[in-house]
């Protein structure tokens, strides 16, 4: 469990300073880095200047409240684990949390059993999702490199991924993140600048790249002065319950 906390970081607020080095001395031992704040507004700043990857706070402090710190952290990361440490049992004070999306409270006065198991739980869910994001950034690289346009899309008409050439050869304002690619399809469809070539159906082409599932074709992009001709591969795949195609576009031009 050590190695385990060793791998990430703790932002820990409590204004009571009698409890506070007591804990935060168990807590030095346990994780890789620690931030120590004594009210809700020392820990939000903390937060935004060190970006921890697990929050544990008291509940009623000066200043800024435990949940009013929660949720204004929740307005910059939506993912960041935040444990709630109440001597309270009030409905409202669950509700809250609830909206809030506070990953786990424990009652004090504090059991440290219970409190690092919560801990060790929310350190799982934290290297799980940063080992994640380093598979992403590492497939968004090897795509990248490719000499083709390449992305995948699935059955939503929304871009799961794509590489930088592929807006470079469309001309996209819009940037590649997770939170645009959906927005890469209304963009594309409004530019209206790419034709189906030999044939004569009218639909928007990346409807007709899902539609198409595994055929080949060519399109014409019209990116003014400069023409170009695609091919257009597709390779569709059926994955839990979910459509994907995965295609390549070729220069031919």
């Known amino acids: 469990m050590n190695e385990l906390f060793k791998?990430?970081?703790?932002?820990?607020?409590?204004?009571?300073d009698t409890i506070r080095p007591i804990l935060e001395?168990?807590?030095?031992?346990?994780?890789?880095?620690?931030?120590?704040?004594?009210?809700?507004?020392?820990?939000?700043?903390?937060?935004?200047?060190?970006?921890?990857?697990?929050?544990?706070?008291?509940?009623?402090?000066?200043k800024m409240d435990g949940l009013?710190?929660?949720?204004?952290?929740?307005?910059?990361?939506?993912?960041?684990?935040?444990?709630?440490?109440?001597?309270?049992?009030?409905?409202?004070?669950f509700i809250e949390a609830i909206e809030i999306g506070i990953s786990g409270y424990l009652v004090k006065p504090i059991d440290k059993e219970k409190l690092f198991s919560e801990l060790e739980r929310n350190t799982k869910v934290v290297l799980f999702e940063k080992n994640k994001k380093a598979q992403e950034e590492l497939l968004q690289n090897l795509i990248d490199m490719q000499?083709?346009?390449?992305?995948?899309?699935?059955?939503?008409?929304n871009m799961l991924f794509a590489n930088k050439l592929f807006l470079d050869s469309f001309n996209l304002k819009t940037q590649l993140n997770e939170t645009n690619y959906s927005r890469i399809y209304n963009e594309l469809k409004e530019k209206?600048?790419?034709?189906?070539?030999?044939?004569?159906?009218d639909n928007f082409w990346l409807d007709y790249i899902f539609e198409s599932k595994n055929e080949s074709f060519e399109i014409?992009?019209?990116?003014?002065?400069?023409y170009k001709t695609f091919l257009v591969k597709t390779k569709h795949i059926e994955k839990n319950n979910d459509d994907f195609s995965i295609i390549t576009l070729v220069e031919l031009t």
Do not use: W
Not at 41 to 61: C, N, R, V, W
Not at 68 to 93: G, Q, Y
């Open 7 to 16: 791998q990430v970081t703790l932002l820990y607020v409590e204004d009571d």
């Open 25 to 62: 001395r168990t807590l030095k031992r346990k994780m890789k880095d620690i931030f120590v704040a004594c009210d809700g507004a020392q820990g939000y700043d903390m937060f935004k200047e060190h970006s921890p990857d697990i929050i544990l706070t008291d509940i009623k402090m000066p």
């Open 68 to 93: 009013e710190m929660s949720e204004k952290i929740r307005e910059i990361d939506s993912k960041v684990p935040i444990i709630v440490l109440s001597a309270h049992s009030e409905k409202d004070f």
């Open 147 to 157: 000499p083709s346009i390449v992305f995948l899309e699935n059955k939503d008409k």
């Open 192 to 201: 209206n600048n790419v034709k189906l070539k030999n044939t004569n159906d």
């Open 220 to 226: 014409e992009v019209l990116n003014e002065p400069d």
